[in-house]
């Protein structure tokens, strides 16, 4: 049975990340590999990480930021632009 949780986009970092309102409590017992995929305005990236070291440019990604909670962003780039993604788009999280 998969699990999920869901939450929104709360802020757009001056880069253009998307930062969530996910918290790292609230992913305590998420896989963090690639059963774990999480989405935001259909856009879709498999596994959860600690930042984006070693991650190519251009890559869509999911990690856990310094304000400890669920960010997304595409290397090097500004995601929000790219993907057309505002605040209080929706996230979720399934494993």
Known sequence: MASKIEGHVVEIGSSGVLITG??????RDVPRDEQTIVCCNEHKT????DGTEGHPESTFIAYLGQQGTLELTIVGMNASELLGIKVGMPVSIRW
């Open 22 to 27: 996910v918290t790292s409590a609230a992913l």
């Open 46 to 49: 498999p596994g959860i990480f």
